[in-house]
């Protein structure tokens, strides 16, 4: 059973940056699979953040974080990171990591179709 575990959360200011991590384990090694990011603040439904493909090559991101966010991967390790820059209040939800088996090691899933997540960080952004 994969199972999955994020860390690096927090209360940060404005305009401040933040790093998540999340580890994967339990998954089947000789299986492709994709990782991203999802989010939920209160009182909304999860959204989408970011992805990124086995391979590497092919990333997804929200609108809303654009060219503040960047997921990376290192499978070696089996770990998804979120580099998180230029933080708003909005930003603030609990974040969640996601994992979906895939057939080809580009392909990015789309994000309505993840089943697997880790219990979540909580992302706090206040001045």
């Known amino acids: 059973q994969v199972q999955l575990v994020e860390s690096g959360g927090g209360l940060v200011q404005p305009g401040d940056s933040l790093r998540l991590s999340c580890t994967a384990s339990g998954f089947t090694s000789s299986l492709y699979y994709a990782m991203g990011w999802f989010r939920q603040a209160p009182g909304k439904e999860r959204e989408f953040v970011a992805a990124?493909?086995?391979?590497?090559?092919?990333?997804n991101y929200a609108d809303s974080v654009k060219g503040r966010f960047a997921i990376s991967r290192d499978n070696a390790k089996n770990t998804v990171t979120l580099q998180m820059n230029s933080l708003k209040p909005e930003d603030t939800a609990v974040y969640f990591c996601?994992?979906?088996?895939?057939?080809?090691?580009?392909?990015?899933?789309?994000?309505?179709?993840?089943?697997?997540w880790g219990p979540g960080t909580q992302v706090t952004v206040s001045s």
């Open positions: 990124r493909s086995w391979s590497g090559t092919d990333t």
């Open positions: 996601a994992f979906r088996y895939v057939g080809v090691p580009t392909f990015l899933p789309q994000p309505y179709t993840y089943r697997t």
